[in-house]
């Protein structure tokens, strides 16, 4: 059943789901388990806030996310094939206009860390 985004529970599901599947992917899984290790709680935590922040306007997350993208191994592939599942994850439980923010939030999101990614590493 497809429901609004309304609450902190609803962001923890979008979070538990959309990770889920990036812990099992091909090609997302080896870069994110790499870096996370032992580490999922900790992580999902911060995505908590962080999509909390966004989508209810409230300061659950502080920092630049930005920063923590500059070492891994990741390019343009690597969003489009995160945007895919995220996007995918959202519309399998929610529909409306949080739903839609969160997706054209994260697609904005997206296009700037590679733009920005290529311009660092110096690639076309």
Do not use: C
């Amino acid at each position: 059943m497809v429901k609004e985004i309304t609450s902190s529970e609803d962001i923890q599901l979008m979070v538990n789901e959309f990770y889920g599947k990036i812990r099992e992917d091909e090609l997302l899984g080896p870069i994110f388990n790499n870096v996370i290790k032992d580490n999922w709680d900790t992580h999902l935590e911060k995505m908590y806030g962080f999509w909390e922040t966004i989508v209810f306007n409230v300061r659950q997350y502080t920092g630049s996310p930005f920063q923590k993208h500059i070492p891994l191994p990741i390019e343009g592939k690597h969003f489009q094939h995160w945007l895919a599942l995220f996007h995918a994850t959202i519309d399998e439980h929610f529909v409306g206009k949080n739903a839609e923010e969160i997706k054209k939030r994260s697609t904005q999101m997206g296009m700037m860390f590679e733009h920005k990614l290529k311009h660092i590493k110096g690639s076309d």
